[in-house]
């Protein structure tokens, strides 16, 4: 509490704010500055792009081509040149297939963006959960080295009076080096939870934030493991990316299969050398222009069974994660029960522990003489200790049904609206 008061008093000092962040603030944060979330919605923008591109197959393109040949019919030197205008007009079984190709993967990374969107809403909850419970750590050993290191300062007293030996002292202030020594791990892993928090939501790191404590209370109850499977396999972002995974291989292989697929161009040229066709199939040797309407039918393309194996290989990849995915959610949902039983009896039991606690630390305050100092001390310790464990059962809760939430496919905020979306009572 100490290291917190001089960090304080020294903002005070320069006139720096120290800003109180929210979890709903801190996400508003991250959604505008985060790397990771920005850098995906260029994804997507890119994809949008993609599927614009696909959708306007028929968009023209102009060519300007030169050369150089040498006829030896004339035994002369050419120099052909022109300009080719090409716009497709339809290409059977494989537009469509485009098209929808280039759907599916905007769908997969706007799917991926919302998963990306839960996710960081959980790490902020565990982040303001680790900071808040370094928060009390480093209270409570503080509390734990002032002891210590009073026990050790009266302990070198007492030696200089000839009332203890050194190897008292060297054991007490062991301890009481050990004490400070927690201490100081326990304010570094408090900053660095402060620090995360500013990274994941693009704050500057000079900036003081304080993070506020969440509350929550249980609700005693069982998970609805059928309600919470249900919601997961339907709504689950990663079983709705690879069963659009799964069915942009599908795509791809009917593009691949279709070899023997007519496509339809309208083509025109201006210059000396007119050439018409992919393949070009016929030259005009003129100075003018020509236009029409071209039909190409390939006949064979041996690549194409090395592309249609490999697409086949991968979609079934991806329908093995795919069913991992599901048997993980099975698992996850039926063993959800069982969890959410232990959190709840640890919470039982922090209450306890920290009532008892409190009740000790009252007893203490009351027959407070000097010779129990220590034992007040004691006391207060405990009591910080009680409240530290009960606030990491009540953050183990609510982490728990905010993960909860994210493996459904809802919004782990959900949590500071209601907590009992798949809790049933008795």
Partial sequence: MMYLLVILIFSFALGQEVIRLTPQKAYELAWENNAELRKLRYDIESANFQLEEAKNYFLPYVMLGGGLVYNSKTEEWEKPFGVSFISLLYEYKKTSSRIRSAELLSEIKKEALRQLERDIKVRILELFAQASLYKKLTEVKREEMAIAYVRFDRAQQRKELGLATNLEV??????????????????????????????????????LIDVQDIDLKPKVGDIDREKLLAYALKNNPIVKIKKKQVETYDELIRQAENILTPRVQIRGE?????????????????????????????????????????????????????????????????????????????????????????????????????????????????????????????????????????????????????????????
């Fill in 170 to 207: 060297y054991q007490l202030e062991s301890i009481y080096r050990e004490k400070r020594k927690d201490l100081l791990q326990a304010q570094y892993e408090y900053n660095r939870a402060l620090l995360e928090i500013k990274k994941l939501v693009g704050m500057d790191m000079d900036t």
């Fill in 270 to 426: 201006v210059g000396n050398t007119i050439r018409t066709g992919i393949p070009q199939t016929r030259a005009y040797n003129q100075t003018g222009w020509r236009a029409g309407i071209e039909i190409f039918v390939p006949l064979f393309d041996a690549s194409s069974l090395y592309r249609i194996g490999s697409l086949k290989a991968q979609k079934r990849m991806v329908q093995v994660d795919l069913e991992d995915t599901l048997n993980q959610l099975k698992l996850l949902s039926n063993s959800a029960e069982y969890r959410y039983m232990y959190l709840l009896a640890q919470w039982d039991a922090a209450v306890s522990k920290n009532r008892y606690a409190e009740e000790n630390l009252m007893l203490r305050r009351s027959e407070y003489e000097l010779e129990l100092a220590f034992d007040l001390g004691y006391a207060m310790a405990e009591k910080s200790e009680a409240e530290r464990q009960l606030m990491q059962a009540k953050y183990d809760l609510l982490l728990f049904l905010a993960r909860l939430y994210a493996l459904a496919g809802l919004d782990p905020y959900l949590i500071f609206e209601k907590s009992d979306e798949f809790i049933k009572t008795q």
